[in-house]
């Protein structure tokens, strides 16, 4: 007798079609796929003709960074699993925020997974920004014992004044509490230990939060002086102050760098034409580079012009609706590879009333799937499988989880999603399952609303109501 079996649904296949089927798992795995299953089932959900996806691959996302960890990762699971999210790899980075201490990773994550034990409604995992020189020193062991396969790179914080005052000593320090220059040098030292490790593992990785420091404070000091004058509202007056040029910038030098270090990188949150353009320009001046790229369902669904104003600060920035659109021509055309949400979520106080003072950021895991499923196969009937791709077995490829998660075949963990595509609702915070007390997407019309999300045949939300936090830590590669 099987543990669950799903009927008569429209399974979504990443990248292979969508057809009828039922599905059988059983000792958190899926032991059967078929036109018909024929066993008993300790538990048989009826999917009605609805459409049935893996569970979704939030491959990124922030736990603890405005709220504490514990607290953090609990609320945010389940806005999560409520989004039918089924695993979530959470950023994790020393300094400011977090957990606001510098150490070892040899000692920090030890208290990152006691924190997290007990604490996820999904399974999870980590990936580690190397900010001291003993993190770089650590990597190959980060990667062998702690099962962590891709790390991080913030381009953006070398030299950049953040809060917008001088004081005594470098940003960088007073901000992550480095002890080294956080600079190209010091990226080049972590492609290097990487490209080094891949010796033995292979597809361990660098993600790379591109935007060039320099250029954002010449256009923030001179945005702040305009913006008034200008009549730009928050949005518009941020991005012109974090440019695109800013990302163009950056991605070249993170290019130059993979190049020369064969160190494979990962593009996080791409917002604009610019910078799409940029990475096709380089990927034909440096073919050998193994590269990736993100975006997220902000940057596929907000633009300057919407009506989230300070609530939809977010670095990179939201950018224009030709933008927008570019990026989802970059889905069509296979030049997209992933979404991720960039959930970090943040209490409306620290957002506040004025644009150059506001904390960045914001939760948007609940809708990664609505927003892709709305703007993708409602607005521009791209192939549900296309799409499915972009959310489940292209992340779960890229962090080493494929073979486990991403994908519904035998063998594979038993996580899947069941929505109704046609089920359209009005976005507000409060029916939304985060602590967090806004949201940018406030009034939107998204389709897709999922219904049952079960992790490991386990259901861990159906119908606002939330089973018991069965999250795991997975150690990668998985296979």
């Known amino acids: 007798m099987m543990d669950l079996i799903v009927r008569n649904g429209h399974v979504v296949f990443p990248g292979k079609g969508v057809r009828k089927a039922d599905i059988g798992i059983e000792a ?10 024929n066993n008993d089932a300790k538990k048989v959900i009826d999917a009605g003709n609805k459409y049935v996806f893996p569970g979704v691959v939030d491959s990124h996302f922030h736990v603890g960074i405005y709220r504490p960890f514990s607290d ?12 039918g999210v089924t695993t979530i790899l959470s950023y994790f980075r020393s300094g400011k925020n977090y957990m606001n201490t510098s150490e070892p990773y040899s000692s920090l994550f030890k ?44 381009m953006f914080y070398k030299g950049l004044n953040l809060k917008s005052e001088v004081k005594k000593g470098s940003v960088e320090k007073e901000y992550l509490l480095s002890d080294e220059p956080y600079d190209l040098g010091h990226m080049y030292n972590i492609m290097k230990k990487i490209s080094e490790v891949n010796e033995n593992y292979g597809n361990v990785r660098l993600s790379i939060h591109a935007e060039d420091a320099e250029i954002i404070r010449i256009n923030l000091e001179k945005t702040r002086e305009e913006m008034d004058r200008e009549k730009l509202n928050p949005l518009q007056a941020y991005s012109k102050a974090r440019p695109p040029s800013s990302e163009r910038i950056a991605i070249i ?12 990188i990962n593009l996080l949150h791409v917002s604009s034409r610019l910078a799409l353009e940029t990475i096709n320009e380089m990927k034909r001046q ?17 633009t300057v012009n919407s009506d989230a104003g300070i609530h939809g600060k977010v670095n990179p920035p939201i950018r224009s609706g030709d933008d927008r659109d570019f990026l989802w021509k970059g889905i069509i055309d296979g030049m997209i590879n992933t979404v991720g949400s960039d959930h970090a979520a943040i209490e409306e106080s620290r957002k506040g009333n004025e644009l150059w003072t506001a904390e960045n950021g914001y939760g948007a ?7 892709i499923i709305t703007g993708g196969y409602v607005e521009r009937k791209i192939p549900l499988e296309k799409l499915a791709s972009l959310i489940t077995a292209n992340p779960a490829r890229v962090h080493s989880l494929y073979g486990r998660k991403g994908d519904i075949a035998l063998g594979f963990d038993g996580d899947l999603v069941i929505l109704d595509i046609n089920k359209k609702r009005k976005i507000r915070y409060q029916d939304l399952h985060s602590a967090q007390d806004f949201t940018p997407f406030e009034g939107l019309e998204l389709y897709g609303q999922p219904e049952y999300t079960i992790l490991r045949g386990n259901v861990t939300y159906s119908d606002g109501k939330f089973g018991d936090p069965l999250g795991e830590y997975i150690k990668r590669p998985v296979a």
């Not at 440096?286 to 907000?302: G, I, M, R």
Request: aromatic share 10%; proline share 6%; net charge negative.
């Open 28 to 37: 958190g795995k899926f032991v059967a796929i078929a036109d018909h299953i």
């Open 72 to 83: 953090d990762a609990r609320s945010e699971s389940a806005s999560a699993a409520a989004g």
């Open 111 to 154: 208290k990152v997974l006691e924190q997290s034990a007990g604490n996820f409604y999904t399974d999870y995992g980590f990936n580690l920004a190397p900010i001291l020189k003993k993190h770089v020193e650590e990597i190959p062991e980060l990667v062998s014992k702690n099962g962590v396969s891709t790390f991080k790179y913030y």
């Open 253 to 264: 030098e993170a290019f130059e760098l993979a190049h020369e270090t064969h160190c494979p």
């Open 286 to 302: 440096f073919p050998d580079v193994d590269v990736y790229v993100e975006t997220t369902p902000s940057h596929l669904t907000l």
């Open 365 to 371: 895991t609940e809708l990664l799937l609505p927003a």
